[in-house]
């Protein structure tokens, strides 16, 4: 168990700057997501993290000791890649095996760590198996598995889920949140869902362009996005922003808008209506701009209707129409 | 549909022919007797097949000998091929760096210069270095001509295994070597022995170089070549079927991974 310091790491492929001078701080036993669109350096940290890739400039520190140049068998951590990568040509058995193998850990230790993670992972009756007899889903387990066999300071998770189907991905997103928090293993996480990243993590840094937009709790990050970015990035349908006065732009989510009587807020001419069962999600203009409202429940609402709408005051979020930044929260 | 199908049955055909009625007379010719060469038509199945012939041919001396050091030839040139073409192929799949694409290229030309040419220049070169006339000598002539074949299969097995087995195996404790040693030659283990007794066979098979570079240590390509010129039709005859049989056999066995060379996934 281990804090992670990443200090001033930056990344540059010959021109292209990956990553710019980027600093985070892991504690303890936390969990953190590292969220961003393809591109945005997220993966790229953390196989810097891993040592898989070097960093341009910058420290990276595991439990306080700088790690930067040591090799990534060397750093006492444990990754789980996007497409498994578990042995083929080893049983399930020995894929779980293999990290406290090559550690030459006794015997004994090695066989009580099999049957506790195939256990926790639900691969008992798998342990005999060859990857190619497996499902995907048994696959992911597998690599999950052989992550958390080796006790790590540090579990590093590349966009686990990300080729599991839909249901599955579900499922497998509530059980790897259990798993991990009986290990209480600090992970870093990267995906690009930004429903995953709020589901699992208890910190998400939201990365762009190679640098973290901001990082905070789920509850922060989406109802208070630091820049416009983050707002619309995180949340779906993501946060409306309407031009206001004073260059500003007034942020405001979906589903923090209300309908009022006619003439008291907003006209809204509805052009799509999507009934989603828990929700209905309305897409129309207002003022000429383009705005995405969530009612709660069931509406019979036909497209082309005019409505009415009122923002909640103190779901606003006003930001600087010139720099995307979120400005001092004043009263709207 | 009818059309496409009987002119793909009928290429079938024409391939298959083309590579077994040839192996079918020397098969015939060197088992069915003296009097089955001068016979034509020959019958599909000779009447009296016999080993006999085989028999004598094996006791000519000299064969038994030659037979030995063709073999020993292919050893080296299959274990110096691997050696030297692994570790390149793995370059070549793994890193990219400045001059990979004319590497492969160069590697290529290497068998479009003629021997030929080669001949007196390398003649004259390993007498001075002590190899002519010896099985090292031709071994290394060999390499040579099977390298290229050992660096671009190998290239393209590496090539297939996934990158990120070899991470893991990192993150997982392992060094460079002891990736490439647990997790990537285990995987393309097949391919290594497909690459490997490619390599036997085009040793196996060369006669040339053989017969420029050695004098009394003689291939059995090379011996049959300067020995049988002269002996009885049906001695050749065996001494053919001979060389064909083990190369066939060997090619047979490894016939899916030598897809890998164009590139194609074989499992």
């Given amino acids: 168990m281990a804090g992670i310091v990443i200090d001033g790491i930056s990344k540059a492929f010959g021109n292209t700057v990956a990553l710019a001078a980027l600093d985070l701080a892991v504690a303890d036993r936390e969990f953190v997501a590292l969220l961003g669109p393809s591109g945005c350096g997220k993966t790229t940290l953390l196989r810097i993290i891993a040592g898989l890739e070097t960093a341009t400039t910058g420290r990276v520190l595991i439990g306080g000791r700088d790690v930067t140049n040591l090799p990534p068998r060397a750093r006492g951590l444990a990754m789980v890649f996007q497409n498994y990568a578990v042995f083929p040509h080893l049983r399930v058995c020995d894929n779980i095996a293999f990290g406290l193998k090559m550690a ?85 996480y990267v ?36 820049t416009r970015f983050v707002g619309s990035f995180v949340g779906s349908p993501p946060m409306n922003f309407l031009r206001a006065d004073a260059g500003r732009l007034m942020g405001i989510r979906p589903e923090d808008i209300d309908l009022v009587d006619a003439g008291a807020g907003l006209p809204f001419r509805v052009s799509v209506v999507e009934p989603l069962g828990a929700q209905t999600l309305l897409t129309g203009t207002t003022d000429g701009q383009v705005v995405r409202v969530a009612l709660p429940g069931e509406h019979v609402i036909a497209a082309g209707a005019t409505l009415f709408l009122r923002p909640r005051p103190d779901r606003i979020r006003w930001m600087d129409a010139a720099t995307g930044n979120a400005l001092a929260q004043a009263a709207g | 549909m009818t059309t496409r199908r009987g002119i793909y049955l009928l290429g079938v055909v024409v391939l298959c022919a083309w590579v077994l009625v040839p192996i079918w007379l020397i098969a015939a010719n060197a088992l069915g007797g003296q009097a089955l060469i001068a016979a034509w038509p020959k019958p599909l199945v000779p009447t009296q097949m016999s080993l006999d012939t085989l028999r004598v041919f094996l006791a000519i001396e000299g064969v038994g000998r030659a037979l030995w050091i063709s073999f020993e030839v292919a050893v080296l040139c299959m274990v110096f091929s691997v050696a030297l073409g692994l570790p390149a192929g793995y370059a070549l799949a793994r890193y990219s760096f400045r001059g990979a694409n004319v590497f492969r290229v160069m590697i290529l030309l290497t068998r479009a210069f003629p021997v030929g040419i080669l001949a007196l220049p390398l003649t004259v070169g390993f007498i001075r270095l002590g190899l002519y006339d010896t099985a090292l000598g031709v071994a290394l002539m060999h390499t040579a001509l099977a390298l290229p074949f050992a660096v671009l299969v190998s290239a393209s097995l590496f090539q ?108």
């Avoid at chain 1, 589901?199 to 789920?218: F, K, N, W, Y």
């Avoid at chain 2, 070899?166 to 993150?171: D, I, P, S």
């Fill in chain 1, 104 to 188: 030459r850990a006794e015997r004994t230790r090695i066989d009580r760590q099999v049957a506790r993670t195939a256990e926790l992972l639900q691969l008992a009756p798998y342990l005999d198996r060859y990857p190619a007899q497996l499902s995907g889903g048994q696959r992911q387990r597998v690599a999950v598995a052989r992550a958390l066999a080796v006790e790590p300071a540090l579990l590093l998770m590349d966009e686990p889920l990300s080729n599991l189907d839909a249901l599955l991905r579900l499922d497998m997103r509530a059980e790897l949140k259990d798993v991990l928090r009986e290990a209480g293993t600090t992970t870093i």
């Fill in chain 2, 160 to 267: 297939a295994i996934p990158r990120e087995l070899e991470e893991a195996a990192w993150v997982f404790g392992c060094t460079r070597l002891s990736a490439a040693w647990r997790v990537v030659l285990p995987l393309a283990a097949p391919g290594v022995v497909a690459t490997a007794i490619f390599a036997f066979v085009i040793s196996w098979n060369e006669v040339f170089a053989a017969s420029v570079l050695s004098a009394r240590n003689r291939t059995l390509t090379a011996y049959l070549l300067a020995v049988l010129a002269d002996s009885p039709l049906t001695y050749q005859f065996a001494g053919g079927l001979l060389l064909i049989v083990p190369s066939v056999g060997f090619i047979f066995l490894v016939r899916r991974h030598l897809f890998a060379m164009w590139g194609i996934a074989s499992r």
């Fill in chain 1, 191 to 226: 995906t690009h869902d930004q429903t995953e990243a709020m589901a699992l993590a208890d910190r998400i840094a939201v990365l762009h362009g190679g640098r973290i937009e901001q990082i905070g709790s789920p509850s922060a990050i989406y109802h208070s996005p630091a």
